[in-house]
């Protein structure tokens, strides 16, 4: 049974990052009688000590978790009644094995690490060592919206590469096409890999079909300095 107890102050929907070394997980799952979270940090065993509290009205469900390694990347899911197996809803980064393993390191470097060694299932990651990317656009204000040339770009066919580093490097010939803003198609993770988008499965997660996230926050960083 799990422990009823209030939501910390200050706790969303997700993983919530307290320090380089603890985070609060949070799920909102009514209708729910218990969670387990497993993971690397359970050495992938289902523990009693990581049964997630439940609120008083039952509706969420919350575990601190300490002594984290900031140097690693923690994968996990959830075991939610005993029998469905889910990652977090609203984790930025998903492990998709399944369909990882079709992108390529030059597309996605140290894909295969993430999950080697990992069933066909979904797994959310918890990564306390993250560094914030460092935005150079900080003085970026968008076109009035009677001046806007908008170019709608699905990045898996505009590109061979599929991926956000190429694409930054392709904006010459947009802006000298007179585009001044660019409209993404979807780009959250979505179902398989080459899709449109429109069948999103994690809002929080880009897919990685496209690269690293932190290649889609340079693109973004440099069409905005444009």
């Given at each position: 049974?799990?422990?009823?107890?209030?939501?910390?102050?200050?706790?969303?929907?997700?993983?919530?990052?307290?320090?380089?070394?603890s985070?609060?997980?949070?799920?909102?799952?009514?209708?729910?009688?218990?969670?387990?979270?497993?993971?690397?940090?359970?050495?992938?065993?289902?523990?009693?000590?990581?049964?997630?509290?439940?609120?008083?009205?039952?509706?969420?469900?919350?575990?601190?978790?300490?002594?984290?390694?900031?140097?690693?990347?923690?994968?996990?899911?959830?075991?939610?009644?005993?029998?469905?197996?889910?990652?977090?809803?609203?984790?930025?980064?998903?492990?998709?094995?399944?369909?990882?393993?079709?992108?390529?390191?030059?597309?996605?470097?140290?894909?295969?690490?993430?999950?080697?060694?990992?069933?066909?299932?979904?797994?959310?990651?918890?990564?306390?060592?993250?560094?914030?990317?460092?935005?150079?656009?900080?003085?970026?204000?968008?076109?009035e919206?009677?001046?806007?040339?908008?170019?709608?770009?699905?990045?898996?066919?505009?590109l061979e590469?599929?991926?956000?580093?190429?694409?930054?490097?392709?904006?010459?010939y947009?802006?000298?096409?007179?585009?001044?803003?660019?409209?993404?198609?979807?780009?959250?993770?979505?179902?398989?890999?080459?899709?449109?988008?429109?069948?999103?499965?994690?809002?929080?997660?880009p897919?990685?079909?496209?690269?690293?996230?932190?290649?889609?926050?340079?693109?973004?960083?440099?069409?905005?300095?444009?």
């Amino acid at each position: 049974e799990p422990v009823v107890a209030p939501l910390p102050e200050g706790t969303v929907d997700g993983i919530n990052y307290l320090s380089d070394t603890s985070v609060v997980l949070s799920v909102y799952a009514p209708g729910k009688e218990h969670i387990l979270a497993i993971g690397d940090f359970t050495g992938w065993l289902p523990e009693a000590s990581h049964i997630l509290n439940q609120t008083p009205d039952g509706n969420q469900f919350w575990i601190r978790i300490d002594g984290l390694d900031p140097s690693r990347l923690y994968r996990f899911y959830y075991l939610v009644d005993g029998e469905l197996i889910v990652p977090d809803p609203n984790t930025e980064l998903l492990i998709d094995p399944r369909n990882d393993r079709w992108i390529s390191e030059e597309t996605y470097p140290g894909i295969g690490a993430l999950y080697e060694g990992l069933p066909d299932w979904q797994f959310s990651v918890i990564e306390t060592g993250r560094s914030p990317y460092t935005w150079k656009s900080n003085e970026y204000s968008p076109p009035e919206q009677q001046d806007l040339i908008i170019y709608e770009l699905l990045l898996r066919d505009f590109l061979e590469a599929h991926d956000w580093k190429t694409l930054s490097d392709t904006l010459d010939y947009l802006e000298n096409l007179g585009i001044n803003a660019i409209e993404l198609m979807p780009v959250n993770e979505f179902s398989g890999n080459e899709s449109w988008g429109y069948n999103p499965l994690y809002w929080m997660a880009p897919d990685k079909y496209y690269g690293p996230r932190e290649d889609l926050k340079a693109f973004i960083d440099a069409c905005h300095q444009r």
